[in-house]
């Protein structure tokens, strides 16, 4: 027997995935959820075998689920933009159902999830697929999500100071305290606004709005000082390019 959940926030589209799921005898639908907290909450708990995820949802968007999960599982992808989605999805060897979706389209997603549910290594692969092509994709953020413990924080980009590079880690500093969070500086150079923030250093990548001053630091060097009173390093490249951007 095949342990499925659904997570959507819209119930009649839960409903529907339910419905077509009722006529399988070989899955067992086990917990419908609505929203991301609550899914990834099932997903490490309850350890389904096959989770209908929507993409799109207001408190934790399906990607974002993907990030913080503990273990790998079998994902069918829902959702209601085309926009981006179907490249990726197709690119990745993963399926995905556009809604609206009929029984038909359905039941092939289904079939394409019950051939890689036998094979766990596969379907990690797939999902650092996914994961990766969701870093490469030029898509701005307007929030960070970070996992410790048995606590998930959600970070508006509007609260953060400025970002360090810890090795395979990102610091991220905010006035309530600092974070850290698996991913590379490019990543954040590359989802962030860069009329918003500038990489001032190998190590710093600061809020352009959170700069107080620049001052000279020894022979041709120099250091932000922030609003909060901390100080930064700046490198000769981030000096150029904070200066283009503040038009000094």
């Known amino acids: 027997m095949i342990k499925a959940i659904i ?11 339910a419905n077509y799921l009722d006529s399988e005898k070989d899955i067992e639908v086990i917990g419908e959820f609505a929203n991301g907290f609550e899914g990834l909450k099932a997903i490490n708990d309850l350890n389904p075998d096959l989770v209908f995820l929507d993409v799109q949802m207001p408190k934790l968007t ?17 959702t209601a933009y085309n926009e981006y989605a179907i490249k990726a ?3 990745n060897a993963i399926d995905y159902l556009l809604k609206p979706f009929s029984k038909d389209r359905f039941l092939a997603a289904l079939e394409k999830a019950k051939e890689r549910i036998s094979n766990v290594t596969d379907n990690l692969d797939q999902i650092e697929k996914i994961k990766s092509h969701n870093d490469d994709s030029e898509e701005l953020i307007n929030r ?14 509007d609260k953060i100071k400025y970002f360090e590079a810890q090795d395979d880690y990102v610091m991220i500093y905010t006035d309530e305290g600092r974070y850290l969070k698996q991913k ?15 990489r001032i250093h190998r190590s710093y990548l600061v809020k352009i709005d959170q700069i107080s001053q620049l001052q000279p630091y020894e022979k041709d060097n120099w250091v932000v000082i922030l609003k909060s009173g901390e100080s930064l390093k700046v490198s000769r490249n981030g000096f150029k390019l904070l200066k283009k951007q503040l038009e000094i």
């Open 184 to 198: 590379t500086m490019k990543y954040f150079e590359l989802h962030l606004n860069s009329d918003e923030f500038c």
């Open 89 to 91: 999805f197709e690119h």
């Open 62 to 78: 399906g990607f974002e689920l993907l990030e913080l999960l503990d273990k790998p599982c079998n994902i069918v992808f829902t």
């Open 144 to 157: 960070v999500v970070i996992k410790s413990r048995n606590k998930i924080d959600v970070i508006a980009v």
């Open 7 to 17: 997570i959507d926030d819209e119930s009649l589209a839960r409903d529907l995935v």
